[in-house]
């Protein structure tokens, strides 16, 4: 009877364990801007455009080049600077206009459409 205790209490350690690792997981979060590459500044920043055009995948008519997701960093006039084009892992990945474009903890991915 006790080695069933015993094994009951490690399977709910084990259970709480997960679930505040999910939460976790869940409550770090990095802001997308949707910016144009074309227009870096020597300083590095970028210029902010609406999100629509990276949900879409919208090229810019002047540059013939795709809008791209700029993950964190700092926001000063309509710019962007000090984050990364690259996809961070395990956060939780939110537009400007609060579309969810990832989901933090264990890999799971979810896209909006808009």
């Given at each position: 009877?006790?080695?069933?205790?015993?094994?009951?209490?490690?399977?709910a350690?084990?259970?709480?364990?997960?679930?505040?690792y999910?939460?976790?997981q869940?409550?770090?979060?990095?802001t997308a801007?949707?910016?144009?590459?074309?227009?870096?500044?020597?300083?590095?920043?970028?210029?902010i455009?609406?999100?629509?055009?990276c949900?879409?995948g919208?090229?810019?008519?002047?540059?013939?080049?795709?809008?791209?997701?700029?993950?964190?960093?700092?926001?000063?006039?309509?710019?962007?600077?000090?984050?990364?084009?690259?996809?961070?892992?395990?956060?939780?990945?939110?537009?400007?206009?609060?579309?969810?474009?990832?989901?933090?903890?264990f890999?799971?991915?979810?896209?909006?459409?808009?």
């Open positions: 009877m006790s080695s069933k205790k015993v094994q009951l209490g490690l399977v350690a084990l259970s709480a364990a997960v679930l505040g999910c939460t976790v869940e409550r770090r979060e990095v801007y949707c910016v144009d590459p074309q227009s870096r500044q020597p300083d590095g920043s970028y210029l455009v609406d999100e629509e055009h949900h879409r919208h090229s810019s008519s002047r540059t013939k080049v795709g809008f791209v997701w700029y993950y964190g960093g700092d926001v000063r006039n309509g710019r962007v600077s000090h984050g990364s084009t690259v996809r961070p892992r395990d956060v939780r990945i939110v537009s400007q206009k609060g579309h969810v474009i990832q989901r933090g903890g890999g799971f991915r979810s896209r909006s459409g808009g």
